[in-house]
């Protein structure tokens, strides 16, 4: 790679913070009684994170042993490009682009949401305008506005700066989720996660309510598969910053696992805890942030309030432990495909603190949108992001296969266990869940907008990959690669 002088190296422990910061986020304060109301009741849901976590370890061991292999931006596009070549690497980098940038003005729609809670009124008066149904007001625009400057500055200074707050954040939100799970224990009853699985309550389900397209609990446990990939999505900020990594590369690489394994058992044991605490269908139909809610019912009185406030203040600190970790993953992703001149050459420019600056102005762009769109936006956009992140970890899955058999003679600081068979599990398990996710009747299903939300966005990535053919003409395979990975020659 090359040396920037001003470039500091970041540990294992802030890449885990990274990783987990970015995955597990505010979704678990505002969406989890959404997640119990798809799946038709909190033990469905939590035993859904626990089959997310048998089909996503293996994906992420793929890229456990593919980021100490090829320590590069760009991760499963640096990888498909190295097994497939350009096409498939154009693919699954777009994909990614576009599942990373999506939760970025998702965050900045979120929180104004979030600290309306803290902050009663804050979106009173007359709105500006309607966008789907959501009423847009000035200070949610001025709000997501001023985070996305402040976190666009924060990243300016480096990913090393970035870290360090997001190991501060990321204490914040898991010792709120702690103590939120154990006060809803206190205050619970096994009756209250009765029925284990219902889908007929009017109060839920029906029209202008929520439309589910499954009628059993076996079906409500795969249901949590449209969305989960959305929510444990995060663990790919890891390998988009592994040119920053000090010490031993391997263990960089092991922090995916670490991440993913402990944000699904943290999912499962929320859902569980919180179905514990209350009634869950009268849970289901609470306001978000109803992780914090649900306490001002369980504890009447100052308990209820604190709590209350715990919870809002920790899903703040996992809203922007999201936020900014996919606005430098998302700048260095586009950087890793300009190197590979898939994308326009002006995004691979970095300043003297190695901080891609061209791609995190498209970062800051697409964060000040956010606000403008409102709430109404988020369902749709959860799902796009999801189809995206299957369809891009399908491609790494395989391209761990395809490079085991075409390059093994390359240097592998870490093997996967279970080796070729491991790597086959996660790449036919991932490809099936993404077929699912277009097929209406199907659990996995995300919806028509998110699909059609996903043709447009990889149709423009067919567009913006033929427009640079001028970059690319006359280049042999060999000279491509150099774009990607012909800097780690220089640090050997």
């Not at 000035?138 to 924060?154: E, N, P």
């Not at 659990?443 to 990889?458: A, D, N, R, T, Y």
Request: glycine residues 12%; proline residues 5%; aromatic residues 12%.
């Amino acid at each position: 790679m090359n040396q920037i002088p001003n470039k500091k190296k970041v540990g294992a422990l802030d890449f885990f913070c990274l990783g987990f910061g970015a995955i597990v986020g505010v979704g678990w304060a505002v969406s989890i009684n959404s997640w119990m109301a798809s799946c038709g009741g909190p033990v469905p849901a939590a035993l859904g994170y626990v089959v997310a976590l048998i089909m996503m370890i293996p994906i992420a061991l793929c890229y456990c042993e593919l980021v100490p292999m090829l320590p590069v931006a760009g991760g499963g596009m640096a990888f498909a490009f190295k097994a497939f070549g350009s096409k498939i690497a154009c693919i699954s980098g777009w994909a990614a682009f576009g599942a990373f940038v999506s939760l970025i003005p998702w965050e900045a729609i979120q929180i104004t949401d979030v600290l309306g809670y803290l902050i009663p009124g804050i979106k009173s008066g007359t709105p500006l305008y309607n966008c789907y149904g959501s009423d847009i007001y000035l200070t949610s625009i001025i709000i997501g506005t001023v985070c996305s400057l402040l976190l666009f500055a924060l990243n300016m200074r480096g990913l090393s700066a970035a870290a360090f707050i997001q190991k501060l954040l990321c204490l914040v939100l898991v010792g709120a989720g702690v103590i939120g799970a154990v006060a809803a224990i206190v205050g619970g009853n096994f009756s209250n996660l009765e029925p284990v699985y219902d889908v007929s309550n009017p109060e839920i389900y029906g029209p202008g309510l929520r439309e589910v397209t499954h009628t059993t609990m076996f079906g409500g446990i795969f249901a949590i598969l449209a969305t989960a990939p959305f929510f444990l999505a995060g663990f790919e900020t890891i390998p988009q910053g592994v040119e920053d990594a000090g010490g031993d590369i391997r263990t960089v690489g092991k922090t995916v696992a670490l991440s993913v394994g402990l944000a699904c058992v943290f999912y499962a044991v929320l859902l569980f805890c919180y179905g514990f605490g209350w009634p869950w269908q009268d849970f289901a139909g609470m306001d978000r942030p109803a992780a914090a809610t649900v306490f001002l019912s369980i504890f009447p009185g100052t308990a209820g309030k604190v709590l209350y406030w715990v919870i809002v203040i920790g899903a703040i600190a996992g809203l922007f432990t999201s936020w900014n970790g996919f606005y430098m993953a998302s700048a260095n992703l586009l950087m890793g495909m300009s190197r590979g001149r898939l994308m326009p050459k002006i995004f691979k420019r970095q300043n003297d603190k190695g901080v891609p600056v061209p791609g995190l102005i498209v970062c800051l762009i697409l964060s000040l949108a956010g606000p403008f769109l409102g709430p109404n936006l988020i369902d749709s956009i959860t799902c796009f992001s999801a189809t995206a992140f299957v369809l891009s970890w399908s491609f790494t899955s395989w391209s761990l296969v395809k490079l085991k058999k075409s390059h093994p003679e390359m240097e592998r600081p870490y093997k996967i266990p279970g080796g070729m068979a491991m790597g086959l599990f996660a790449a036919v398990v991932s490809s099936l869940v993404l077929i699912c996710m277009f097929i209406p009747v199907s659990p996995f299903f995300v919806g028509s907008l998110s699909v059609k939300m996903f043709v447009c966005w990889m149709v423009i990535g067919l567009v913006l990959y033929l427009g640079s053919f001028g970059q690319r003409k006359g280049l042999s395979r060999k000279q491509l690669e150099e774009g990607v990975f012909g800097h780690l020659k220089k640090t050997e």
